[in-house]
């Protein structure tokens, strides 16, 4: 919208004059001085005819996501007049200049810093060309979550920049405008920084970028857990552990990581198993978040409890899982889910091990066996700490255990991992649903667990030995 008197009045008119209810509002002027984020609820008809309506007065934009902001440097002649041939020529071009900066040091030029708001792209280099015959000149690659020299556009660039990296879609880049400005409004009002806010998005983005291809390099561990049963463990530098148990030719994954490294998992699974795509083969989840889900499709059965179950079967509908039920939570897993291009699996090929829908009236909450080859796990629900059907398994005669996030052993990730693993508790406020909750969900494990040596495999770090 424009930046004048009046501006919000006008667009809450067309609501109001529709019957439409507006339900959230967030403007910060000091991110970005254009974008205001209205979220309304009304009848489809008077939602297409708000929209149609702040068409009308120029409020939406049809296509923002082509635009820019270029950064140029000029170095420019301290003498009256020079600047004058290069704002004739950005106005050739018909540039916005959105940032202007510049100050004489007595070196007889001075170097002149602009903005330039660029819809068309192409033209862009034509125009350093012409620029240049006037003056030496260099575009800035600057990072402006640090120093902010232009915020009239901050989404539409902050968007493209993390949907460039990520090959997203023009529907997701939008959506991921929309929730990056809502973890900014709640994480706001908690007396969280705007700019930290986006910088920890893009740092997230740019950290699953990074680790593609040939840079994607989990950390690998070898185990003998019973007589014929063993263990390769995968542990990614962002994402979910995945636990590989293998007993004669049979397999069982326990978590797959996020969706989007889906071809690098590939090529260590079809490495590790040189029959993988046609082996017997199985998954089960610990629990029902994003980057422990992302590859379910590549299991014909996947075991989980009935909560996760629910979460993952709700992800279909508007009310979305349990993570998207969590206000401080939501808008980071919807992020997750655009960013890692995580799509929720087959109802058909999810199998419920036990549990229930109904809360639990204990910490843990044995609820089953599982049984792979010779060893026999009991299956115990957490009460949702973490997230709501979380559960853990427990081999008493082998001593080993796989606890999913209950427990995580964070003090032995690699650099990667602990480097990733710092963004989602700033921009969730914690990673855990219930945090007092999920302490004490800690401990009660440890009980659970009993005297004596354990093996104990977390969602995330490596395998950490128990004298208890």
């Not at 902001?69 to 041939?85: C, K, M, N």
Request: hydrophobic share 40%; aromatic share 10%; with cysteine.
């Amino acid at each position: 919208m424009p930046d004048h008197v009046g501006a919000f009045l006008l667009a809450s008119r067309c609501f109001a004059a529709l019957e439409a209810n507006i339900t959230r509002v967030s403007y910060n002027k000091a991110v970005d001085t254009h974008t205001l984020f209205i979220e309304a609820e009304g009848s489809e008809q008077s939602l297409l005819e708000a929209e149609w309506a702040l068409r009308e007065i120029g409020y939406l934009t049809a296509s923002p996501a082509r635009s820019t902001v270029l950064l140029l440097e000029f170095y420019l002649r301290d003498v009256p007049g020079t600047v004058t041939a290069v704002l004739e020529l950005i106005q050739a071009y018909r540039f916005n200049i959105s940032y202007i900066s510049s100050q004489a040091d007595g070196s007889g030029f001075q170097r002149f810093k602009m903005g330039l708001l660029v819809e068309d792209k192409d033209s862009v280099s034509v125009f350093l060309r012409e620029a240049s015959k006037l003056c030496a000149v260099k575009v800035i690659d600057y990072d402006k979550l640090e120093r902010t020299f232009d915020n009239s556009i901050f989404y539409i660039s902050f968007a493209n920049e993390l949907a460039a990296r990520m090959e997203l879609s023009e529907e997701a880049r939008g959506e991921l405008v929309i929730q990056s400005n809502l973890v900014m409004q709640l994480l706001d009002e908690h007396g969280g920084s705007p700019h930290k806010t986006f910088d920890f998005i893009a740092k997230f983005g740019e950290a699953l970028a990074r680790y593609r291809g040939d840079y994607f390099a989990p950390r690998i561990s070898r185990h003998d857990l019973a007589p014929g049963v063993t263990l390769t463990l995968l542990e990614p530098p962002c994402g979910s552990n995945t636990a590989i148990l293998r007993w004669q030719d049979r397999y069982l994954f326990i978590d797959t990581g996020y969706a989007c490294y889906r071809e690098e998992m590939l090529d260590y699974l079809r490495a590790l198993i040189p029959d993988f795509d046609a082996c017997e083969k199985e998954a089960l989840i610990t629990h029902a978040d994003v980057d422990h889900c992302g590859l379910l499709d590549l299991f014909p059965v996947t075991h989980l409890t009935q909560k996760s179950f629910d979460s993952l079967l709700a992800e279909r509908t508007v009310q979305g899982g349990f993570r998207e039920r969590n206000p401080l939570h939501a808008p980071y897993a919807r992020i997750c889910k655009l960013l890692t291009h995580y799509h929720s699996p087959d109802p058909e090929r999810l199998k419920v091990l036990g549990g229930t829908s109904a809360p639990l009236t204990e910490l843990l909450e044995r609820i089953g066996d599982f049984s792979f080859g010779p060893m026999v796990f009991e299956v115990w629900e957490g009460a949702g700490g973490h997230l709501p059907g979380e559960l853990i398994l427990a081999d008493r005669v082998h001593r080993v255990a796989f606890t999913g996030d209950v427990y995580v052993n964070l003090k032995e990730l690699t650099r990667e991992q602990a480097a990733y693993n710092r963004y989602a508790p700033y921009l969730m406020t914690s990673v855990d649903t219930d945090p007092h909750l999920a302490a004490r969900e800690r401990e009660a494990l440890m009980a659970l667990l009993g005297s004596g040596e354990w093996t104990v495999f977390g969602g995330h770090g490596p395998a950490k030995l128990f004298q208890l």
